[in-house]
């Protein structure tokens, strides 16, 4: 989100802190305007080439997202059998779907070739023959693409870069060589796509530019070879703004690079955007519980928490952090500003200048609509927060706060014991 709109307290014309008395805390808000800006914005630099554009699900998997992204016109990238569901009952069509990840079990090929999946993204040579083995079992021909690891480093941090050698992704060139020669050996899979993702948060275009080089340089040698390619599928992983100084790449910038390195390329193009198209319309909004003086530091007690928004435990990520309302008059006071939750981890940021603030106060934390509560949990007994999606000065909850029944939904206590 602009930084501008965290500091008036309106979202899309939505007053934040009315939003956040109406619905409880802590609430996650996107704006549907936001969101589509980004996708339109990419669709526009795209215009004129036969390209697709696969939203990452697991950036942020609401229904009211992925139905946003379906009336725009959008695929999606999906990595389980649980976001082929969501996806497909969002209303994105099947042929607009690609099915990456590096541990698709049986059942769940089972489920993307049942529903008609447009390409599974086949990351080992083991994959590639479950595939085939399901595809004939089921007299169908599976579309794949092979996962490429272009051996780039993406300067991003290391626990989201996936295009080095020693990472679990993809297969070398060399490797993919070997299928596209063997080809024989899987007749019901059509084997004729390339993939890759080199990380994501790539704020550089330098290893963007060296990827697609390689990619398209492999792509080269296999028509040569007579291997015609129906789509190229580029990744995701443009980066945004979490903090000042951090300029995201500009979408005609990135799609110049893909339009030169895939020149004269006859198939589709697909992208995998996850985070640029989602992290920025969002916000989480938080109350403050306590202001603790601590023995060497000053604690902002929130009432967020990391199983709210992991990323700063996991990532030591920066995401920015505003006092809502009226700050005239307040000086600035460093805070660690924490959760409630029982470890040192849970922790947002550590001795942030925020204005003086008071147990009640309404806090927003930045560029939380990717990855913020695809990747939330219940640890602690926390209920799953509240979603709102803000459009044309309206909003509506998106995913309700979650009960405590709902949050034990299929516990129970030991009773019906059985051997296995
Ligand atoms: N395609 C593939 C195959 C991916 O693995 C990913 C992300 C994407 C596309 C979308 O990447 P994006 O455009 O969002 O950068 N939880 C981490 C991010 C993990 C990304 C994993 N893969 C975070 O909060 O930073």
Request: proline share 4%; glycine share 10%.
């Amino acid at each position: 989100m602009a930084p501008a709109l965290l500091q008036q307290p309106l979202l899309d014309g939505i007053d934040l802190v009315a939003l956040a008395a109406a619905e409880g805390t802590p609430l996650h808000v996107y704006s549907a305007p936001a969101i589509r800006e980004r996708l339109r914005g990419l669709q526009r630099a795209l215009e004129g080439l036969d390209a697709l554009i696969c939203y990452a699900v697991k950036a942020n998997s609401n229904q009211a997202v992925l139905a946003l992204m379906a009336a725009e016109g959008a695929g999606a990238d999906i990595v389980s059998a649980g976001e082929l569901w969501r996806s497909l009952r969002a209303g994105i069509p099947a042929d607009r779907i690609v099915f990456s990840g590096v541990g698709k079990s049986a059942e769940e090929i089972v489920q993307g070739l049942d529903a008609g999946v447009a390409r599974f993204n086949v990351e080992s040579r083991a994959e590639l023959e479950l595939l085939q083995a399901i595809a004939a079992q089921r007299g169908t021909t599976a579309r794949a693409a092979v996962r490429i690891n272009p051996d780039v480093d993406a300067l991003t941090h290391a626990k989201i870069s996936t295009g080095k050698a020693e990472n679990k992704f993809g297969v070398s060139i060399a490797e993919a060589r070997t299928w596209f020669e063997g080809q024989a050996a899987w007749p019901d899979v059509r084997l004729d796509g390339l993939h890759m993702h080199i990380g994501s948060q790539l704020l550089d275009m330098a290893p963007i530019r060296q990827a697609l080089q390689r990619l398209a340089a492999f792509w080269r040698e296999l028509e040569a070879a007579g291997h015609r390619l129906a789509s190229i599928d580029v990744g995701g992983g443009l980066g945004v703004r979490y903090r000042e100084g951090e300029q995201p790449l500009d979408p005609v910038d990135y799609v110049a690079q893909i339009r030169a390195a895939l020149q004269g390329f006859q198939g589709r193009i697909v992208l995998e955007p996850g985070r640029y198209l989602v992290a920025e319309a969002g916000v989480l909004l938080t109350r403050v519980l306590r202001v603790k003086q601590g023995e060497q530091r000053n604690f902002l007690v929130l009432d967020a928490a990391m199983n709210d928004l992991l990323r700063p435990s996991l990532y030591d990520a920066w995401h920015d952090i505003l006092r809502l309302g009226d700050n005239g008059g307040r000086e600035a006071v460093a805070y660690d500003v924490v959760g409630p939750v029982c470890e040192t981890g849970d922790t947002f940021a550590v001795g942030r200048p925020l204005p003086r603030c008071e147990a009640g106060d309404l806090v927003a934390i930045g560029a939380t609509g990717a990855y913020g509560a695809s990747m939330a949990s219940t640890y602690n007994s926390r209920p799953l927060a509240a979603e709102v999606l803000v459009d044309g000065g309206r909003y509506a909850v998106v995913r309700r706060r979650q009960t405590y029944d709902e949050m034990i939904a299929g516990e129970q206590p030991a009773g019906d014991w059985r051997t296995p």
